[in-house]
């Protein structure tokens, strides 16, 4: 594996130093200015040569230049938000000079709401842009996650090991908690665990136009501040004509998914031009999963209707999922992973995780004037469910219940059926001010407020011995209220023909209650409240056409989560993190290749690790460390190997420290704890090596062959760098086959075949560890979470 794993990594090295390398083949040059209707230059509008790696983007006045371009035909391409996109055909057999009028959109568009929240040429920060288009490619019933794999700095995993129902995501070694994900601008992550469950939105994928992945502290958002990364996800977008659509896959264990989408397009009553849309989806997803027993039974919709003008539009977003797994948290023991890797300790048939969330969202936008427009949105998320577990041989104590007594015998424990139940609602709502100088000055200023209330209660519904007890009595009953409320103000400058500037501020308050414990470990009523600023900024050098030069800094903030509040006191409750994140980045394009790279350090204060350490109740609660850092470098290229042979790569190679860190075992031989200090040591989760790679031939016209592949370094399971802790390396290979039709009674007929892991890698991409002292020696038992071998899934795409 190590020389497999030294190969690739050579490999990877090696060709993108060539493709840097490569020579210039081209001679001529379009240059020229883009306007609006009235005359007026249109700055930011994307130049791009089609079916190259070439583009520019206008300047300040409207000029732009793109050079060194072969002979030939060529069709230049000419995009802008709010504008309908041209295309002018051109044949290079000298330099062109070409003027450029863009006509205002006839209608509004969904994507001016996203646009204050996302990244762009002139925000100096690393993101990746994921299009409907390439999301279509892998989706045959796996979660986001499995579906964003082959974006830089990303590892995945899943707790079932085939991609369906829990699944996770980490960007740059920062996990899903340390993630701030939005749709269309409205914050999703969970306000008390930080976490984000995609399993409750089973196949948004198929309702999803886009998405930016933001790696760092990136630009101010809605809701939480990311701590590590942003994924913004955008819905459909507007459809002007009608359209059906049907998805059906299937595979390997027992995984098989079918959807049905349709739209009405605009819809018109004779000469009046149409203003409303209405879109909608229904998909119910299963899947047996690798691991014994770890099904998932999915069922979502969406549904959309819009009224668009030629200024405004509104739109109403509904959606749903029901899901319904048996658990596969446990892992597998050490002990039996090479012997029994679909191990799942839980037996009993009912073990399952039952939740249901509807989400409202009503969204608008406003064209004020050319230069202003203000977007408005209002959300509502309702979210309820439970967990059962059977419980063996707990004490009555523990759910509030007397000890039951029959003749002289005294009955202290007893098995139990319980239920975990989260009943929450989470509404609110997010706005911002646009404006465009179409000139040197482009801005935003907006925020957000929204209110979570979270009932969290427990249920006994079996007990072996029942006593006192009754079916679905309550043994704890824990309420919880979060506020949070941001602003945020950006600006983007051009300072000098080349030079761009951007400032970006944000002011966030979060004010908690919840059920803690006071400094007599009496439970009581707490609450905390806490105001963040993020200031961040940045420049951008424009060196010619086919490079640019950008550096920038932000500063994020994170508050502790659920459990670091309710497990504490006030006296133990540990603080919020501080993040101070660096990036610089180089990007160099060609017609035949493009290539980044990214260097950050990002540099934490307080971060919040699990260090084994007991707090004032007995809790084995995450505690701040001072100081700890991530510093990389992020490399991708594209380039265009032959007419019918293109190769996307990435790699990140990077080093994720904690300075000083205190190991605490409970040691078994005396009762007490014990501490062990470390020096630097690596942070856990948090591969020094990631890389990723798309080799895509196109044999025919409607043809495509793909070998996908992807590389995550050595994963330690706790803080200390112990080998015997830790995750192997691997390296995975899949080939996926698309044919694509065109028949006259549809738009088109998509075939997909996709052989996971085709070399039969076995390897886990998640674990945890639990360290104590017994007998004089330290004791680590590890729990892994086996990925599935070589599957397939193959599916049809039938659009009219």
């Known amino acids: 594996m190590k020389k497999q794993t030294t190969s690739y990594l050579t490999i990877t090295l090696a060709t993108l130093l060539w493709l840097v390398s490569l020579p210039a083949w081209a001679q001529y040059s379009i240059s020229g200015t883009v306007s609006d209707a009235e005359g007026g230059p249109l700055p930011g509008a994307a130049l791009t040569i089609e079916g190259t790696y070439t583009g520019t983007f206008a300047d300040a006045s409207g000029a732009f230049r ?86 830089p700095s990303i590892v995945t995993t899943s707790d079932a090991g085939a991609g369906v129902g829990y699944t996770g995501i980490r960007i740059r070694g920062s996990d899903a908690t340390r993630v701030n994900v939005t749709l269309n601008g409205i914050p999703y992550n969970d306000a008390e665990s930080q976490g984000t469950f995609f399993v409750n939105m089973p196949d948004f994928a198929s309702s999803v136009s886009s998405i930016q992945i933001q790696r760092g502290v990136g630009t101010s958002t809605n809701g939480a501040g990311a701590f590590g990364a942003s994924v913004n996800i955008q ?110 300790p839980y037996t009993y048939d009912n073990e399952t995780d039952n939740y249901q969330q509807d989400n409202y969202q009503l969204i608008s936008s406003h064209e004020l004037s050319r230069n202003w427009r203000a977007n408005l949105s209002f959300f509502y998320t309702k979210g309820r469910g439970y967990y059962e577990q059977y419980r063996d041989g707990e004490d ?16 202290t424990k007893t098995d ?25 000055l482009t801005a935003n200023i ?30 704890y009953d824990n309420d919880a209220t979060k506020n949070d409320f941001n602003l945020y103000a950006k600006a983007f400058y051009q300072v000098r023909n080349r030079l761009n500037g951007f400032l970006d501020v944000q002011v966030r308050t979060v004010s908690y209650s919840f059920l803690g414990f006071n400094n007599q470990l009496e439970n009581v009523q707490q609450d905390d409240r806490l105001t963040f600023f993020n200031p961040k900024g940045g420049l951008t050098y424009t060196i010619n056409d086919r490079s640019t030069l950008y550096a920038s800094v932000g500063v994020g903030h994170r508050e502790p989560n659920r459990d670091d509040y309710t497990q504490s006191t006030p006296a133990s409750r540990p603080r919020a ?122 044999p025919a016209k409607r043809l495509e062959l793909s070998l ?53 890698e076995l390897y886990e991409s998640n674990g945890y560890t639990y360290a104590y002292v017994s007998e004089g020696r330290v004791v680590a038992e590890n729990g892994y979470y086996p990925q599935a071998g070589r599957n397939f899934l193959a599916g049809i795409r039938v659009r009219f």
């Open 446 to 475: 907006g925020g957000g407020w929204n209110q979570y209330e979270g009932k969290h209660f427990g249920e006994i519904i079996w007990a072996r011995v029942a006593g006192a007890t009754n079916i679905r009595d309550r043994y």
């Open 577 to 698: 993190e501080r993040l101070i994140d660096y990036e610089a980045g180089y990007k160099w394009q060609t017609q035949r290749l493009a290539f980044t790279a990214n260097a950050y350090y990002m540099n934490y204060r307080d971060q919040l690790v699990l260090s084994g350490q007991l707090n004032d109740v007995g809790a084995y609660n995450r505690v701040n460390i001072p100081v700890s850092y991530r510093a990389g470098i992020e490399l991708e290229a594209g380039t265009q190997l032959a007419k019918t042979l293109r190769w996307n790569v990435n790699a990140t190679f990077s080093r994720n420290r904690v300075k000083g860190f205190t190991e605490y075992l409970d040691n078994y031989d005396t009762g007490e704890q014990v501490a062990n200090r470390y020096g630097e040591t690596d942070i856990s989760f948090s591969p020094a090596v990631i890389a990723g790679s798309q080799l895509l031939f196109t």
């Open 66 to 151: 793109l050079t060194n371009l072969k002979p030939g035909p060529a069709t230049l391409r000419i995009s802008l938000l709010g504008y309908e996109t041209q295309t002018q055909a051109l044949d290079l057999s000298q330099n062109a000079t070409v003027t450029i009028a863009l006509r205002k959109a006839a209608i509004a568009v969904d994507e001016v709401v996203v646009s204050a929240t996302r990244a762009n040429q002139k925000s100096a920060i690393a993101y990746t842009d994921v299009t409907r288009r390439e999301l279509n490619k892998l989706n045959l019933g796996q979660d986001i996650p499995q579906l964003l794999n082959f974006t």
């Open 235 to 344: 819905t459909n977008s507007l459809e002007k004509n009608p359209y059906a659509e049907t998805n059906i896959s299937g595979g390997s264990f027992g995984t098989r998914k079918v959807n049905v989408l349709a739209g009405t397009g605009l819809l018109k009553s004779g000469a009046i031009p149409g203003h409303f849309v209405l879109d909608a989806r229904l998909s119910r997803i299963y899947s047996d999963g690798y691991v014994d027993r770890a099904f998932s039974d999915l069922r979502s919709f969406y549904l959309s209707g819009g009224y668009y003008a030629k200024k405004s539009f509104v739109r109403l977003n509904v959606f749903s999922g029901q899901e319904q797994t048996y658990q596969s948290w446990g892992g597998v023991p050490e002990s039996l992973l090479k012997t029994n890797r679909t191990y799942n």
């Open 416 to 440: 139990f059926i319980r239920r975990r139940w989260l009943d929450n609602d989470f509404y609110g709502t997010v706005f911002s001010l646009d404006y465009n100088s179409f000139g040197k």
């Open 708 to 760: 996908l592949s992807k590389y995550v370094g050595k994963q330690y399971l706790d803080n200390t760098s112990t080998e015997s802790r830790s995750l192997n390396p691997y390296f995975t290979n899949d080939i996926r086959f698309i044919y694509t039709l065109k028949p006259k009674f549809a738009q088109e007929i998509a075939f997909t075949l996709l052989l996971n892991n085709v070399l039969n």
């Open 396 to 411: 009555f104590s523990d759910y509030g219940l007397p000890n039951v007594v029959i003749g002289d015998s005294t009955i």
